[in-house]
C-alpha cells in the first residue's frame, strides 16, 4: 500500500466547521474502501466515517447529520467535511485506505481536532 497524508485540522468554536483532506499516492481508489477514524485522549481509535468502492457510505451514529464522506478520484484525496461541530469530536483525525482483495490497510499520521466550548 501507499501513503496518505492528512492535513485541515485545527481549533474552531462549537458550531463551527472544519473539512478535513488525505491525500493518497500509491493507492487506487477504486480497490480501496476509505474511511476516517479518531482517537481521542484515553480511548480508543473509533470508526468516523467510511466510503466504500460504489460510493457507499457509512457514519457513526455520533457523527450522522454533521459529518460528510468524499472522495475526489483525479486528486487521489478524500475528505471530511465536519459542520456543527462539538467539543466531544476532539480528537486526532486519521485516514485509512483498506485493500478490499488483500485487506492491506495504509494510515495517515493524523491531524489533531479541538473543538472548544
Known amino acids: 500500500q501507499g501513503q496518505l497524508v492528512e492535513s485541515g485540522g485545527g481549533l474552531v468554536q462549537a458550531g463551527g466547521s472544519l473539512r478535513l483532506s488525505c491525500a493518497a499516492s500509491?493507492?487506487?481508489?477504486?480497490?480501496?474502501?476509505l474511511g476516517w477514524y479518531r482517537q481521542a485522549p484515553e480511548k480508543e481509535r473509533a470508526l468516523v466515517a467510511s466510503l466504500s468502492v460504489s460510493g457507499r457510505t457509512n457514519y457513526a451514529d455520533s457523527v450522522k447529520g454533521r459529518f460528510t464522506v468524499s472522495r475526489d478520484n483525479a486528486k487521489n484525496t478524500v475528505y471530511l467535511q465536519m459542520d456543527n461541530l462539538k467539543p466531544e469530536d476532539t480528537a486526532v483525525y486519521y485516514c485509512?485506505?483498506?485493500?478490499?482483495?488483500?485487506?492491506?490497510?495504509?494510515w495517515g499520521q493524523g491531524t489533531q481536532v479541538t473543538v472548544s466550548s
Open positions: 500509491g493507492i487506487t481508489f477504486s480497490i480501496n474502501v
Open positions: 485509512n485506505a483498506r485493500h478490499i482483495l488483500t485487506g492491506v490497510e495504509s
